[in-house]
Nanobody, 125 residues
Framework: QLQLVESGGGLVQPGGSLRLSCAAS????????IGWFRQAPGKEREGVSW????????NYAESVKGRFTISRDYAKNTVFLQMNSLKPEDTGVYYC??????????????????WGQGTQVTVSS
């Protein structure tokens, strides 16, 4: 059974760091691109970052550029999101998602057929 499991969320003070993990099981994610999304209460789900299947291309939302870094470990079938200099507006549930098709922007949730259950990130003093 294809599954994505996020971990690494938590409560952190502004300016702090967290590293989120997205572990894939039941399939070889090497052939899938992976996106990270987040959703704050009362807001739409938004794309945060994306990495291609071969790891050679990445994308970031303007709001996180220079602070977040996406990477993938093929041996562990895991994608990471390193989040530094966190701000209160980074608060939300973070989801990872996997897909293979193209044709719309990487920020389009409809492009991803596989989703994890989410992990909560709270940035607050």
């Amino acid at each position: 059974q294809l599954q994505l499991v996020e971990s690494g969320g938590g409560l952190v003070q502004p300016g702090g760091s967290l590293r989120l993990s997205c572990a894939a099981s039941g399939f070889n994610s090497d052939y899938h691109y992976i996106g990270w999304f987040r959703q704050a209460p009362g807001k739409e789900r938004e794309g945060v970052s994306w990495i291609s299947s071969n790891g050679g291309s990445t994308n970031y939302a303007e709001s996180v550029k220079g602070r977040f870094t996406i990477s993938r470990d093929y041996a562990k079938n895991t994608v990471f999101l390193q989040m530094n200099s966190l701000k209160p507006e980074d608060t939300g549930v973070y989801y990872c998602a996997a897909g293979q098709s193209y044709g719309s922007r990487w920020t389009d949730p409809a492009r991803y057929p596989y989703w994890g259950q989410g992990t909560q990130v709270t940035v607050s003093s």
